[in-house]
């Protein structure tokens, strides 16, 4: 039986990825209705699924009969659309960060509480092979205690609503942060004992941050230390940016370079004891990964907790605690 897929939100995402992921699953999730705002949006997304329903109506949207539906537009519209998902008992893949605020992923958390469907958090990257190797090589022992986690995403971004406070949140902190936050819960866990953090420009301002970096510290004393950028370019014609994940034990350290892109290639590097080990790791189509995990898990009925809405509200709070205490401004204005 084919699964029937509804997204909301047919920008970048659903452009570059989402909409190709659909059409090599077609027979198995069939991309059945699409809900934008933007007609012309919606008219890119038609060109590849002439058969899937296109509308800006919410209504007819949800009448195309959904079993899933993937929430892919600006983060202040998360909520809104979730609840209007779940409270129908329609299965939500929920695009990150979960909203742009704690309080608006909390309702969805509770819509999920009150609904028969289930909210899987759209962290495409834990679906990568070389990024489930590389947690699995931790879980192993091989590089001893973690000691600290060193996440990077340098990237742009079009000035849209990605820079307003209002409608991103975070701007880059939860744009491209939500990675290496959601990592280091992987590994770290939620106990955490301080925060340090600087950015730009603070929270007080109507822009949202377009840099921001931090160290947060675990019980046990390991930390995370990240950078992220979200400079604003418009004369590109897509977003960009490159990821770097390095996990450092006290026998040894795991590099993964590439790892919270796209789809690009994953180089993996694991020095130990046993000296140094660099592999080249081809990306399958995470989309297409998530997808068939997503119609797995609404089948089983429950979400493991990596992945679930849960997860999505502690990650965003964490976020928003890293934004609270920027203590330092990074530049002047
Ligand atoms: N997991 C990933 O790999 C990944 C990558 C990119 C973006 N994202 C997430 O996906 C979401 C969308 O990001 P994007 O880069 O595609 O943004 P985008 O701006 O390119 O696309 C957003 C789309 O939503 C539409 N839209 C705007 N307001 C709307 C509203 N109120 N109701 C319905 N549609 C509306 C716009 O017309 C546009 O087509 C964000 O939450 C982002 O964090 C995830």
Request: net charge negative.
């Amino acid at each position: 039986m084919t699964f029937r897929l509804g997204i909301i939100g047919a920008g970048y995402l659903t452009d570059v990825a989402l909409s190709a992921a659909t059409l090599n699953l077609a027979g198995t999730v069939d991309l059945v209705a699409v809900y934008d705002t933007n007609p012309v949006n919606l008219a890119k997304v038609g060109a590849v699924h002439p058969s899937a329903v296109l509308t800006s109506n919410l209504d007819e949207f949800f009448a195309a009969g959904l079993d899933g539906v993937h929430v892919a537009s600006p983060n202040d519209s998360h909520a809104c659309y979730a609840q209007a998902t779940l409270n129908r008992n329609i299965h939500l893949l929920l695009e990150k960060p979960a909203a742009h605020n704690p309080s608006a992923a909390a309702d969805i958390a509770a819509s999920e509480q009150r609904s028969s469907a289930v909210c899987v958090m759209g962290y495409m990257f834990k679906h990568a092979p070389s990024y489930q190797h590389a947690l699995a090589l931790v879980g192993s022992g091989r590089i001893g205690q973690l000691q600290a986690i060193i996440g990077t995403y340098p990237g742009w971004r079009k000035t849209d609503w990605h820079a307003e406070r209002a409608a991103s949140g975070l701007g880059c902190l939860t744009d491209l942060g939500s990675y290496p936050i959601a990592t280091a819960t992987d590994l770290l866990g939620r106990a955490r004992t301080r925060i340090e953090s600087i950015g730009w420009p603070r929270s007080d301002q109507p822009e949202a941050e377009s840099y921001a970096a931090g160290t947060v510290w675990y019980a046990g004393g390991a930390r995370l230390q990240f950078e992220v950028t979200g400079v604003f370019n418009d004369h590109t014609p897509y977003p960009a940016g490159t990821s770097q994940l390095t996990i450092v034990g006290a026998d040894g350290f795991i590099q993964l370079r590439g790892v919270w892109n796209m789809g690009w290639q994953t180089t993996l590097v694991v020095h130990d004891r046993s000296g140094w080990d660099e592999s080249v790791w081809e990306v399958p189509d995470l989309y297409e990964r998530q997808y068939l995990r997503f119609v797995q898990i609404a089948a089983a009925g429950s979400v493991p907790e990596p992945l679930s809405i849960d997860r999505g509200v502690h990650d965003l709070q964490l976020l928003h605690d890293i934004a609270a205490n920027t203590t330092v401004m990074a530049g002047a204005r």
